[in-house]
């Protein structure tokens, strides 16, 4: 399955962004998708997961309350709904895919990567 990434842009503290995930090459609906980033100098983090039928996901406690993970399977495509945001935000997002047995918060278990979307949340 190919990922692609997008939605990512500039933004002030407090605002919004919706980041889309949309596949090609296989029906999203048979795996689980996660979402991670990596902001420059630091290591890649999880951020949010959702797994194969939409019935459970994951968040980072530091996106909590924030953040909210979605698919829509019909449209082979998965969301990331980012509102107030913060400049400790600023990252590249990835959007990766995992079987539906996966640990869906370890990026190891992501077999496939799609390109990274730059956040950058201005304060």
């Known amino acids: 399955v190919q990922l692609q990434a997008s939605g990512g842009g500039l933004a002030q503290t407090g605002g919004s962004l919706r980041l889309s995930c949309a596949a090609s090459?296989?029906?999203?609906?048979?795996?689980?998708i996660g979402w991670f980033r990596q902001a420059p100098g630091k290591e890649r983090e999880f951020v949010a997961a959702i797994n194969w039928s939409g019935g459970d996901t994951y968040s980072a406690d530091s996106v909590k309350g924030r953040f909210t993970i979605s698919r829509d399977n019909a449209k082979n495509s998965v969301y990331l709904r980012m509102n107030s945001l913060k400049p400790e935000d600023t990252a590249v997002y990835f959007c990766?895919?995992?079987?539906?047995?996966?640990?869906?918060?370890?990026?190891?278990?992501?077999?496939?990567w799609g390109q990274g979307t730059q956040v950058t949340v201005s304060s």
């Open positions: 090459g296989s029906t999203l609906s048979l795996y689980n």
């Open positions: 990766a895919a995992a079987g539906w047995r996966s640990r869906m918060w370890k990026s190891d278990e992501y077999t496939y």
